[in-house]
């Protein structure tokens, strides 16, 4: 009788995890390694004093594929961020919405001084010429190469003004690809402003890291073994025989020391070296790591760096930006400040305010030196009225959030089945830097297994 064949998933972010459900679901017997005490790679949330702090600023595009195919986003009880933004700059606060899915905003938005009135007529255009783009990633990031170009190219190409650009698009786009210059590829433009356009951003009431507490949950439902505090050290794929060995030993959480506080835990593996050999392995480790275990040189390891800081707001203040993110268009201070216990309550205890700042690069200033620049910037925006000191709670000083996308990057991505023999690739590297790209290359890692080991 044919032995069920033996898979390893080496990595527990979402790309890892959505992998071993896939592969449990096939029919083969899976363990996933995660280095950590908790699964969810980049996405974690760390629980302290009644308050949940994010690893770094994360949230749910609902319109993702990915997210409703692998996700139960009711089972999440997600909290949505209104749609648009509020744009800030000293002594001046002004709204930016979506009059049809928030008309009592209309009126703002239509008077807006931020944004000029053919600015206006030119987000309505795009939005009808993009619109249906969120429902196939794959051909927006799979499209001519010559026409992929620059974030402010592709605005500056459409008649975008330079007003709209720098005060709107650069700190809201900075937020999401760690890059205020806009130098990175339009295709990551193109596809969330789609998804934008139809879909909520939320997070989930217990925070992001109850993203992949489901996803391992999942995982387990079907047969897959997690298993954490495991550090893999070697994978060696010997041809003679086609299969695998995996040499690993217990490895520490040593990113931030924070894996007393994170959201949820796993099983401890239990010590010591060991050699694993099995029929195929699926590396599913962040890229640095992934490159080292594969040799695969076509990883992208320049990495994109940042800063996002917590603060309890003094008293009861509040800032009042109906669940917007407050973004700074003057370039100076932080890309953006969120309104967390605003749009979710349960990331604080009753009658208190939780905000965050998010500083993009490597930054040198001390935690107490951030936060006097983020007090500047707040008291700048709201003259009217004190706002209330900042108390920082919680930094996170994250120096690989995501991998560099300039133009023509998606053509040079490796792919699932690059690394030598029965070992494949799973990580939002072998896609886009998004939640969309982890979950969708762990499906298509797990799919390329099973294929394989069909024949």
């Given at each position: 009788?044919?032995s ?15 992998a071993?459900?896939h ?7 899976v ?7 908790t ?15 994010d ?18 986003l ?6 949505a961020?209104a749609?648009?933004a ?23 938005t239509?008077l ?12 309505l255009s795009l939005?009808?010429?993009?619109r ?20 402010d190219?592709?605005l500056r ?18 937020g999401i690809?760690l ?8 295709r990551?433009f ?13 997070v989930?009431?217990?925070?992001m ?5 489901q ?10 073994t997690?298993e954490?505090?495991?550090e ?14 995996v ?6 959480d040593?990113?931030n ?5 994170s959201?949820?835990s796993?099983?401890?593996h ?31 390891t320049e990495?994109?760096?940042?800063t ?5 707001l003094?008293g ?6 109906g669940?917007?993110?407050l973004l ?7 890309v ?7 749009v ?24 107490q ?9 707040l008291?700048?925006?709201y003259?009217?009225r004190?706002?209330g000191?900042l108390?920082?709670v ?6 690989f959030?995501?991998?560099a ?16 023999g029965?070992?494949?690739?799973a ?8 939640i ?20």
């Open positions: 009788m044919q069920t064949p033996r898979v390893l998933v080496v990595g527990g972010g979402l790309a890892g995890l959505v071993a459900r592969l449990a679901g096939g029919g083969v017997t363990s996933l390694l995660e280095r950590r005490d699964v969810g790679g980049r996405v974690r949330t760390i629980e302290r004093d009644g308050f949940r702090f690893r770094g600023f994360q949230v749910l595009f609902t319109a993702y594929p990915a997210v409703q195919r692998e996700l139960d009711e089972a999440l009880d997600l909290r961020f749609p648009g509020t744009i800030a700059r000293p002594g001046h606060r002004s709204t930016l919405s979506d009059p049809l899915r928030e008309p009592r905003a209309a009126l703002s239509l807006n001084p931020d944004i000029t009135v053919g600015d206006k007529r030119r987000v939005w009808r010429e993009l249906g783009r969120e429902h196939d990633p794959d051909a927006v990031f799979a499209a001519d190469r010559s026409e992929d170009t620059t974030i190219q592709f190409d459409r008649g975008f003004s330079d007003r709209f650009r720098e005060r709107f698009v650069a700190p809201f786009y900075g690809t890059d205020r210059s806009l130098s990175t590829s339009s990551v193109e596809y969330t402003f789609a998804a934008l356009a139809s879909g909520s951003t939320a989930p009431a217990a925070g890291g109850a993203i992949p507490a996803l391992a949950d999942r995982a387990r439902a079907v047969g897959a997690i954490t505090g495991c893999v050290e070697t994978i060696e794929y010997r041809e003679r025989d086609e299969t695998v060995t040499s690993l030993e217990d490895g520490d040593d990113n020391g924070d894996s007393d506080d959201h949820e796993d099983d401890n239990d010590g010591g070296t060991a050699n694993r050999d099995v029929d195929a392995v699926i590396v599913a480790a962040d890229p640095p790591t992934a490159q080292s275990l594969t040799g695969v040189s076509a990883i992208p990495g994109r760096a940042s996002t800081q917590y603060y309890r003094s009861r203040t509040t800032l009042n930006t669940r917007r993110l700074n268009a003057s370039d100076d201070g932080p953006h400040v969120v309104p967390h216990s605003e979710a309550p349960e990331y604080a205890p009753p009658d208190e305010t939780l905000l965050s700042a998010t500083y993009l690069g490597h930054r040198e200033e001390s935690d030196e951030l936060t006097d620049r983020t007090q500047a910037a008291e700048s925006w003259p009217e004190a706002v000191e108390e920082p919680h930094t996170e000083r994250i120096e959030a995501q991998f996308q300039p133009p023509g990057v998606y053509e040079r991505l490796p792919d699932v089945r690059d690394p030598e029965p070992v494949y690739l990580g939002d590297y072998t896609r886009w830097s998004s969309q790209g982890a979950m969708e290359s762990g499906r298509q890692a797990a799919r390329a297994v099973l294929k394989d080991l069909s024949r």
